[in-house]
């Protein structure tokens, strides 16, 4: 927390992405309602709420993965929507993304997934782009041993590394994380926290501080990691009329909330969701 507290975003006050009133429907569902966020450039930024409320789908709409059915997305000042399927790859080399699974390629080396954006991007050969995966492996604590592996050969800890080995190799201006310390242990949550910190804070001493944005159920991480926190409410559980971000504040801040829906959340407690669960599927 103090950590949190110290850090400062590096032109705050400057957005890199923001949603503007995006509304969400995949067929009759709707995930996301007249949401608007704005992720200030060199912050982090994490994104809450229980399973299922739209956090992944929130990430992928400010990049482009998903296109929403109502409102926009401006990145760098340019609206999504106005941009060109060629606008939108190049905008995509500018973003790392470390998916909740870590998506690794199972037919290639693990040396080969962390070489591959750069290769895809045409950055750099094969053999300069697998010596800068070594590097960025080994910045991640992986040995030379794990280099010639499949990702199936690797625990779920290490597979996380890889991915985040992999994001960054490309040295992008905003990094993704979609729950990146989900399935892990405590200790190696706390390494890949640890990691994502120490990303931050090498990117600011070079003068050019990434913006991250973190999904993730995590308090723990959630605490260690946020300059500034979004909580989501799942659509179908607000009242109608009800804004679906329910909490924007401070770590600090949402430790002191006294909004029940939150501080229950903060809490990790049940309270009577199970039986409102046991209702919704009777209904
Ligand atoms: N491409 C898609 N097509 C149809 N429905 C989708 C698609 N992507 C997500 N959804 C639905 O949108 C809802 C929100 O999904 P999302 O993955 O954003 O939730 P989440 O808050 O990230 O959940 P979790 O914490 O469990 O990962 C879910 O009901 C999901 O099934």
């Known amino acids: 927390m103090a950590g ?36 200030e450039r060199g912050e982090t930024l994490v994104i809450i709420g229980e399973s299922g409320c739209g956090k992944t789908v929130l990430m992928k709409t400010l990049i482009g993965l998903i296109a929403p059915t109502e409102g926009r997305v401006v990145f760098g000042g340019k609206r999504l929507d106005k941009m060109g399927e060629k606008e939108l790859s190049q905008l995509r080399t500018r973003v790392g993304y470390v998916f909740q699974n870590a998506a690794l390629f199972d037919s290639l080396t693990v040396a080969d997934n962390v070489a591959f954006p750069l290769v895809e991007h045409g950055r750099a050969n094969r053999e300069t782009a697998y010596q800068q995966a070594i590097e960025r492996l080994s910045a991640v604590g992986l040995p030379p041993s794990v280099m010639a592996k499949r990702p199936a050969e690797l625990s779920g800890g290490m597979r996380k590394r890889v991915g985040l080995a992999r994001a960054l190799i490309v040295e992008p201006e ?51 990691l946020a300059d500034r926190i979004v909580m989501l409410y799942p659509h179908t559980r607000l009242e109608p009329g009800e804004p679906q971000v329910i909490f924007e504040g401070t770590p600090d801040e949402i430790e002191a909330s006294d909004d029940p829906r939150v501080s229950q959340f903060v809490r990790g407690e049940a309270g009577e969701r199970l039986d409102e669960m046991r209702a919704e599927a009777n209904a």
Do not use: W
């Not at 503007?20 to 007249?34: A, K």
């Not at 931050?200 to 159920?217: L, Y």
């Open 4 to 39: 949190a507290q110290e850090k400062k975003p590096a032109e705050a006050g400057e957005s890199l992405v923001e949603a503007r009133g995006v509304t969400v429907r995949f067929g009759d569902q709707t995930v996301l309602e007249d949401v608007s966020l704005h992720v």
């Open 174 to 224: 905003l990094l993704l994380y979609d729950e990146p310390t989900t399935g892990l242990d405590p200790i190696m949550s706390d390494v890949i926290n640890e990691l994502i910190t120490r990303t931050c804070e090498s990117s600011r001493q070079q003068g050019a501080a990434v913006t991250s944005v973190i999904v993730t159920h995590d308090m723990r991480s959630v605490l260690k």
